[in-house]
């Protein structure tokens, strides 16, 4: 156990629905990361908070991508009219400075 | 794009030997880092290393770095079989909110 943790741990759901993924990352931590990572890929980038600013989004996140990190704790991303290409896992991690960066369990997603 | 590339792709070792896993980046880093994700799982960090520093010990594994040939390796000495896993080697640089860039990873199985 990192100190990272997700919810839910597994999803399925029907292409089209909206879907929400939760991340409590370890308190002191103000920096937070999602990642997406396919079958025999390694975890791709998708945006970065600091605190409760988000400060960066990679061109992997659609317009149908939205993340939030209210009051700097948790944070959320949502996806919106799912496709069967958001079928992944999505990791949440989270640092301290420049410190060791530590991953939660992650949120399969599976999208039919 | 993904920066880092592990070399080799799978590695299959006997109980007890050691495994050698090597990462190649392209571009200036801050620091390396290297995980493990055993299938269906998130990922464990293993080891930072800072690009002021050219080798780190954490119990059997070794890590080391060579920024002129912008390439690091691990080793894990005396392997077990619960070190059978995916490894991944990630990078960040400055200017770039410290988010980790990742190559495809490194399937190892150690043979009881």
């Not at chain 1, 409760?52 to 990190?69: G, V, Y």
């Not at chain 2, 571009?27 to 050219?54: A, C, M, P």
């Not at chain 2, 040939?69 to 640089?93: E, G, N, P, V």
């Amino acid at each position: 156990d990192t100190g990272v943790s997700q919810d839910p741990r597994h999803k399925i759901t029907k292409r089209g629905q909206n879907v929400t993924f939760r991340c409590d990352p370890i308190s002191e931590h103000n920096r937070l990361y999602w990642y997406r990572q396919t079958l025999g890929q390694g975890p791709e980038f998708l945006t970065y908070f600091q605190n409760e600013a988000q400060l960066e989004k990679s061109r992997l996140l659609s317009d149908r991508f939205s993340a939030e990190r209210p009051k700097g704790s948790f944070s959320t991303l949502e996806i919106q009219r799912t496709e069967q290409g958001d079928s992944a896992m999505y990791l949440c991690a989270s640092r301290l400075g420049d410190n060791e960066q530590f991953f939660g369990p992650g949120t399969r997603l599976t999208v039919l | 794009s993904q920066q880092g590339e592990e070399d080799p792709q799978a590695l299959s070792i006997q109980e007890g030997e050691n495994a050698t896993m090597n990462c190649s980046y392209k571009t200036s880093i801050n620091n390396l880092q290297w995980y493990r994700q055993n299938s269906g799982r998130g990922l464990v960090h293993l080891i930072l290393i800072r690009s002021n520093e050219r080798e780190k010990h954490s119990g059997r594994l070794r890590v080391t770095l060579d920024t002129s040939k912008k390439s690091s390796s691990l080793l894990i000495t005396a392997s077990r079989a619960a070190d059978t896993a995916s490894y991944f080697c990630a990078t960040s640089w400055a200017g770039a909110n410290s988010k980790l860039t990742f190559g495809k990873g490194i399937t190892l199985s150690v043979r009881p």
